[in-house]
């Protein structure tokens, strides 16, 4: 049976089961929560220096009121890091590819910001929506255009996502599919893709760890 290139992106089935919530459940197991019965190896004293190191990055940018948010926007940058880490092996899938999930991910979090900041700082939040020293002609439109980009981030967020590890996905298969048709025909040629596909293949690592960070950061703002 031939398969497109798209097909990489359906989520799998056994025995009409989806399989998207197994894949978004399985990183989690490489992450064990520690106990005072452990005793610390170099992968648990690792694993707690990259955590710490990534909670430090993400609070940079906020004040001390928003640390309370460092558990929940660790554990999802975490979570999509290794999810899209792992969907770089083969014969796997990658739930970050599904708008759906992505959307799942932004909308929830990014109201839930925006009801806070009304909540505590209602000035504040709705100053953001006009900037100081517009001209009155312009208050109007730029009223409009502000809340037309408050609304629509938790699609660009989804968007964003979706379509970096996407568009990776296809040129790997793209450009994999390539070599093996030119190896037979022009093996010089197919060690050169073979290269690039190197190449791109630790592009797409830095990309899949990026995408991750560039998420919750933007979230987190």
Known sequence: MNLSFFDQF?????LGI?????SMLFPTLLLPSPTNRWVTNRLSTLQLWFIHLTTKQLMLPLNKGGHKWALILTSLM???????LLGLLPYTFTPTTQLS???????????ATLLTGLRNQPTTSLGHLLPEGTPTPLIPALILIETVSLLIRPLALGVRLTANLT???LLIQLISTATTALLPILPTV???TTLILLLLTILEIAVAMIQAYVFVLLLSL
């Not at 359906?10 to 056994?14: A, G, I, V, Y």
Request: no cysteine.
């Open 18 to 22: 989806p399989l998207i919530l197994i």
């Open 78 to 84: 975490l979570l999509l890091l290794m999810i899209n």
């Open 190 to 192: 197919s060690a050169l």
């Open 167 to 169: 568009a990776g996905h």
């Open 101 to 111: 999930m992505n959307m799942a991910l932004a909308f929830p979090l990014w109201l």
């Open 10 to 14: 359906t989520s799998p089935h056994l």
